[in-house]
């Protein structure tokens, strides 16, 4: 069910109430002016003066009582909704959420034929930085790296943290080669702007694999194409960026 909805259905719950409460004043009101010996007349005037002032009330009230609902339910709805999607530590979508885009684009691509490349993106050396500084630094590198990701690239790219210090990046209307220059400027920018630990300067480097995702392609399958193509960035010298073999054999390297 939608927040509009469930405010809707709140609110016609609220003026029902509202309703019953001005007919209770209304009868009670009635049943005790006649037991005090008012007249027809008086009564009438008396309970016409009560009913405009009820309602009024009642209708203010209702106003606030709506808006104070609507506020309370969207903030709940906007919790609810950032701890199913988004990565509780670096603000990006989780996996889960970063597979669930990774669908809607390759649906996407399915209807219009555009290019859609993916990118596997894993913090180098990150366990050295951990045992050497703490996890409280380690949070830290992991928030910096996803920010950085995200900051370097355009709005309508979709960065989720996969798992441990490794993002997936889906890049829509990217082929290879795009997707590489996109991703270059992501790796440079991480290893240009170190993290201040006290005194000292951490400089970060990330390794990358990329992979363009064909028309029929199982998007599993495209994860594992990028993520062969990081492992061989690693196993490369790190700081530096692999493609698919599929598509093409060049690789981005740190000038």
Known sequence: MSTK???????KDIHKWFLLNIVSILVISALILSTLGYSKNDIMIIVSEVTFGAILFN???????????????????????SQLYYDELTSVY???????????????VRRNGS???IAMVDIDNFKSINDKYGHLVGDRVLRHVA??????????DIVSRYGGEEFLVILPDSDEIS?????????????????????????????????????NENPIDAIERADNALYRAKYSGKNRIEIA???????YYPQ
């Not at 209708?59 to 909704?81: Q, S």
């Not at 995200?150 to 709005?155: A, F, I, P, Q, T």
């Not at 920018?189 to 201040?196: C, L, Q, R, Y």
């Not at 073999?245 to 690789?251: G, T």
Request: charged share 30%.
């Open 245 to 251: 073999p599929e598509y093409a054999k060049k690789s």
């Open 94 to 108: 989780n996996r889960k959420a970063g597979f669930d885009r990774l669908m809607e684009e390759i649906a996407r």
């Open 179 to 215: 997707a590489g220059f996109a991703m270059e400027r992501v790796r440079e920018n991480i290893s240009k702007n170190p993290i201040n630990i006290g005194r000292d300067k951490l400089y970060i480097t990330i390794s990358i694999g990329i992979a363009e995702i064909t028309l």
């Open 5 to 11: 909805s469930i405010i809707f259905n709140l609110s």
């Open 147 to 156: 920010m950085e990701i995200k900051n370097s690239l355009r709005m309508n």
């Open 59 to 81: 209708f203010l009230f209702a106003k606030m009582m709506k808006k104070r609902v609507e506020k309370t339910i969207n903030n709940l709805f906007a919790k609810v909704e």
């Open 115 to 117: 290019n859609l490349s």
